[in-house]
């Protein structure tokens, strides 16, 4: 992870940009991409193409290989950099801040953007990070090329994401989606504090409105499959819900598993945190009769 997103981004020239988008764009073809095809795609002649190439390693923003060849490949440093340059190019971000949240495959980050110059979060997928199988069996996402199987899963992971939120916002309460390139989201940034981590004085109600947030979300045809305390964000007037990549369709063949295992766990916490019970048979069936079949 890059220390200083800000700094390095600043600093990194349209020149340098291009040439790492030559390696992106012919990490599909090579998994060492050869100083020819950058030259080729950036139309650098090749001393320039070498001596970018040499910035770009003083920076750590890519990797070389003089095993059979001379070949360059980018990692999730780079590879947040063209995501964000994407970002601002378009406007929807103008600067960026700390580091305010990271999940198990994910880091995110607090910046400000759009016409408003409003306060917005930055989610940068980490999918395949650890081992691709993993995220296979986990996530769904088709294998492609072994050596960017990194790139393809936490870009897929942003798009299924950002998906769901488009399709969620506003009728369900999940942050309100702003912005999507490569395997980076933006959003609105969250009211409240994380279920797991807050003490609420109203525990029945809040229980009946993450109820209520699952039930419209299958009427618009998803099961978000990864709810719990932690993916539950709180605020005096209610909740939001986070962290959608792996949600799947109402017809999906684990729909129904996938829905019990949510309000499993949402109602056990509440049970052992609030002594608030439910009959858990009772609210599936509820929420499946909103379930619209897609
Ligand atoms: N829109 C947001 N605004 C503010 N903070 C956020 C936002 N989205 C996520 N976060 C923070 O980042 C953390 C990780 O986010 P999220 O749960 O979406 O990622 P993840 O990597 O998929 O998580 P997990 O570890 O559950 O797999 C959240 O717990 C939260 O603290
Ligand atoms: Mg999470």
Redesign the pocket.
Known sequence: MLENIPDIFLNTSTREFRVLLAIENKMKFYEWVPIEEIANFTKYDRKEVEYMLSILARKKLIHRNILAYEGYRIYFDAYDLLALKAFVTRGSINAIGDV???????Q?Y?ATGGITNREV?I?F??EGKTSFKKVKVKREHAAEKKHISWLYASRLAAKK?YDALKLLYPVVSV?EPVDHNRHAIV????KGQ?LAHTKVDDPEWYLEEVIKQVRNTAALGIIHG?L?E??I?VNPDGCEI????QHVTCSHPNAKELLYRDIDNVLTFFMKKYRAKRDIREVITNIMESCRKK
Do not use: Y
């Open positions: 305010i949240g990271a999940g198990k495959e994910s995110v607090a979060a989610k997928h980490r994401e942050p959003m609105s940034v969250l994380a990864d719990s932690f993916n964000f986070i962290d959608w990549p």
